[in-house]
């Protein structure tokens, strides 16, 4: 079964707030303080766990550990997804780490890109870095879907065409954009200087 | 007058794109074609632009030079907006760095703090870090509203609580969390781990 974008998003966060709770025996939470925890609505909270095949009891509320491993099974894939990072400079370098830290992280990254032969060309913590003109080979080899953009090029459409071109799927953008991608591929924006000009904006007008 | 959150994202988008063009003279662009590149409806660009007072014709589009004036003279603020960063592991050095270095990023950043001795009681670029527990202090002397969170702890809620009650208006959190906030506090979550999660997920549905 397929489940709604909104949901997996949803019951990685459940994950994240139920660990803190796993090591107490026997502990039960009500969906409407996962709901509160979450800033979303109980009833949100209930059909997600519907979708997924678990139930609670109304007196009790959901049986942690229990619900913890029905969590882990749906969002447990058959095997990573490999992803690579378009930018190793400091931002990239520091995403990196990031992301292989993360004991329960589904991705792994067997090779990273960049445009500047300061940063191609070598290796950072044992991964090699490769020059973007290797993109459709090295891609292609190790059948790499993911892409996340930590690069600072006045040609980032022209970088992003050439990753669809060799095979990624999905974006996650922390450059300045914007750049166009097809309907088809999934482009998460992480576009940090936007978003400050937009904080900036309204506490001035405040 | 108080502009939507959403149509001042989108100007900040638009400023980002029309300065590709800046350099040709008299060049004009299309609310359609300007829509296109951003993936909304080509009303809702006029709508923003009717908002800011600036209108085109429907012959030759709106004239990029003027219309650039017209975004900058919206988005630019009185005074930069003081901002701090709360970690300065690796990421948070990289963050520092990627917004220092936005020639029109309207944020400056006056003092970063860790919880970490090891990262705290030294400078970065010149910026002094200091250990969290000083910052009521700090948070006051330099009038900051926003928090950039780029912080490993397991007590995510007590850092963003003892934020809130020093001043913090804001959050771009970069952190694991999930923590909770009163709300008149503006959240903006930056979470890769689960973005990958996510991403992992429908790319193996395929």
Same mark, same amino acid.
């Given at each position: 079964?397929?489940?709604?974008? &909104?949901?997996?998003?949803?019951?990685?966060?459940?994950?994240?707030?139920? $660990?803190?709770?796993?090591?107490?025996?026997?502990?039960? /939470?009500?969906?409407? +303080?996962?709901? &509160?925890?979450?800033?979303?609505?109980?009833? $949100?909270?209930?059909? *997600?766990?519907? #979708?997924?095949?678990?139930?609670?009891?109304?007196?009790? !509320?959901?049986?942690?550990?229990?619900?913890?491993?029905?969590?882990?099974?749906?969002?447990?894939?058959? &095997?990573?997804?490999?992803?690579?990072?378009? !930018?190793?400079?400091?931002?990239?370098?520091?995403?990196?780490?990031? @992301?292989?830290?993360?004991?329960?992280? =589904?991705? /792994?990254? =067997?090779?990273? %890109? +960049?445009? +500047? =032969? &300061?940063?191609?060309? $070598?290796?950072?913590?044992?991964?090699?870095? %490769?020059?973007?003109?290797?993109? =459709?080979?090295?891609?292609?080899?190790? +059948?790499?879907?993911?892409?996340?953009?930590? #690069?600072?090029?006045?040609?980032? $459409?022209?970088?992003?065409?050439?990753?669809?071109?060799?095979?990624?799927?999905?974006?996650?953008?922390?450059?300045?954009?914007?750049?166009?991608?097809?309907?088809? @591929?999934?482009?998460? *924006?992480?576009?940090?200087?936007?978003?400050?000009?937009? @904080?900036?904006?309204?506490?001035?007008?405040?």
């Amino acid at each position: 079964m397929k489940l709604p974008s &909104k949901t997996v998003e949803r019951l990685s966060q459940y994950r994240r707030i139920l $660990q803190n709770y796993k090591h107490l025996e026997e502990s039960y /939470i009500f969906s409407h +303080d996962l709901a &509160k925890l979450l800033k979303i609505n109980p009833v $949100q909270v209930r059909r *997600d766990f519907m #979708l997924i095949g678990f139930s609670g009891s109304s007196r009790n !509320g959901y049986e942690v550990t229990n619900l913890l491993d029905y969590i882990d099974s749906t969002l447990t894939l058959p &095997k990573s997804q490999n992803a690579t990072i378009i !930018g190793m400079g400091e931002l990239g370098k520091a995403l990196f780490k990031h @992301i292989s830290s993360n004991p329960v992280c =589904p991705v /792994i990254i =067997p090779a990273t %890109f +960049d445009i +500047d =032969p &300061k940063n191609s060309n $070598q290796e950072n913590y044992g991964i090699s870095c %490769f020059d973007l003109t290797r993109a =459709p080979e090295i891609i292609n080899k190790y +059948d790499i879907q993911i892409a996340v953009l930590a #690069l600072v090029t006045n040609d980032i $459409q022209e970088v992003v065409d050439s990753l669809l071109v060799s095979g990624i799927k999905s974006i996650v953008n922390f450059s300045a954009g914007p750049f166009r991608v097809p309907d088809n @591929i999934y482009l998460k *924006d992480f576009d940090i200087r936007t978003t400050l000009e937009e @904080i900036s904006y309204f506490i001035s007008q405040e």
